[in-house]
């Protein structure tokens, strides 16, 4: 049994690794421009990026999505520094959330989950924000910032799974999957190879 990482973010490549399982990485190219609740956003979006993959039998297929929300605004990946800008200015000295949504297939089921973190930033000079855009930061991620990096410095408070912010809720999507058999600790078969023998 293998998984099938439907992302190009080397976040989630780092994270996937926690699991232990045997993986591989599939790039899937898809139009990220929908609307909704966070939820709804988080979920649609990781199915479409884990129905853009192909996979074989013995795989399971992984795909993600993050979006932060603050004040019923939904925001993805800032395009230029004044969007930037405006992003970090919103999330300065407030409290923000952060929704990944997973989506799984596999041979027997497709299933898909959220789980949302809740941030606290300090208020942040106009000078430092500044700084961090220009420093390229901002760009590739939802929210404008990484918390895994110097985006850290602002984070006063977090309440939920940290990794969750980082791109994937690694002990929800341990716990979905171990909970449905794909994972065995003693020795045993997984949930495809049982099965199949049965
Ligand atoms: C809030 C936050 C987001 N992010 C990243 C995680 C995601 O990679 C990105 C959100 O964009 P996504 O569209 O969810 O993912 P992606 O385009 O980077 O990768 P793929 O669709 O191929 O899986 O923001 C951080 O790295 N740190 C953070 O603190």
Redesign the pocket.
Known sequence: MRIVLA???P??RKLIKLLGLPYRIE??KID?KITGTPESIVISLARK?AMAVNYGEEEIIV????V?SIENKVL??PDNFEEAYDILKLLSGNWHQ?YTGVFVITNFESFGFFEKTYVKFRDIPDEFIRYYIASGNPF????G????EV?GLFVEKIVGDYYN???LPISRLWFELYSRGYIRYDGGATRKTFESRS
């Open positions: 992302s190009g973010s976040r989630r790039i899937p990220e990026k795909a993600a999505d993050t932060v993805g990946k952060v590739d991620k939802a929210g910032y990484g918390i895994q985006g912010v980082v791109g």
